[in-house]
């Protein structure tokens, strides 16, 4: 069983560019959680999101961030125009619907922007 | 929202001693309880979890204790090994919350 599929694993962007990071969840797993981690810092949580729906965002920031889940392919979590300020490891995690909690997470992505 | 505060944010013990991680949270509502091991340059991992009709959960080495009259809860690892190094987050969900909020981690560090 292959566990959530996160690519890439890095990527270095220029200030001004457009960051595309995705996710495969867990073969069975219809729900997808995005989590943002600053050097040093905890996770913190961006989006949670099901098939075609965005069911949380609140932790999204209003500009630049937007994510999907489409009803095939993969869950992507696009960043426009990046700062400096948005370079950190981005985690996606997935559970089963009625999970009860678990959450199974990814390798991450670290974006760097130069 | 949910607030999730997790001490110490650093943890030195000698290999062999016990090491133990404080969590308090916000939201009386919460009942779930999870904590997550991240090693260097991974994801993290789920190692154990509590519900709120739980008191206290053990898993070999690792136990996990839930007062939520205080709201808080505790992870011990006793008869601490190398491979116990990495960092730990405490993490809580509610009821009817949508999202697990996580504690600002506790880096462990085993001495030989």
């Known amino acids: 069983n292959a566990g959530v599929m996160q690519n890439p694993r890095h990527l270095v962007r220029r200030r001004g560019q457009e960051a595309r990071l995705r996710c495969s969840p867990m073969k069975g797993h219809s729900h997808v959680y995005w989590y943002r981690q600053l050097p040093e810092e905890g996770l913190k949580f961006m989006v949670y999101?099901?098939?075609?729906?965005?069911?949380?965002e609140s932790g999204m920031p209003k500009e630049r961030f937007s994510a999907e889940f489409p009803k095939e392919g993969p869950s992507i979590l696009r960043i426009q125009q990046v700062v400096r300020g948005d370079s950190a490891a981005y985690f996606c995690?997935?559970?089963?619907?009625?999970?009860?909690?678990?959450?199974?997470f990814g390798e991450g992505s670290r974006l760097t922007v130069l | 929202g949910e607030n999730v505060e997790q001490h110490p944010s650093t943890l030195s013990v000698q290999e062999g001693d016990s090491a133990v991680i404080k969590c308090t949270y916000s939201d009386s509502a919460s009942n779930y309880f999870p904590w997550y091991k991240q090693e260097l340059g991974k994801g993290p991992q789920l190692i154990i979890d509590i519900r709120s009709n739980v008191g206290e959960k053990k898993d070999q080495r690792i136990a996990v204790t839930l007062n939520k009259t205080a709201k808080h809860f505790s992870l011990h690892i006793t008869e601490t090994q190398p491979e116990d190094s990495a960092v730990y987050f405490c993490a809580a969900k509610g009821s009817s919350a949508s999202k697990i909020i996580f504690g600002s981690g506790t880096r462990l560090s085993i001495r030989p």
């Open positions: 999101l099901q098939k075609e729906n965005i069911i949380d």
């Open positions: 995690a997935s559970s089963p619907q009625d999970s009860g909690g678990e959450l199974f």
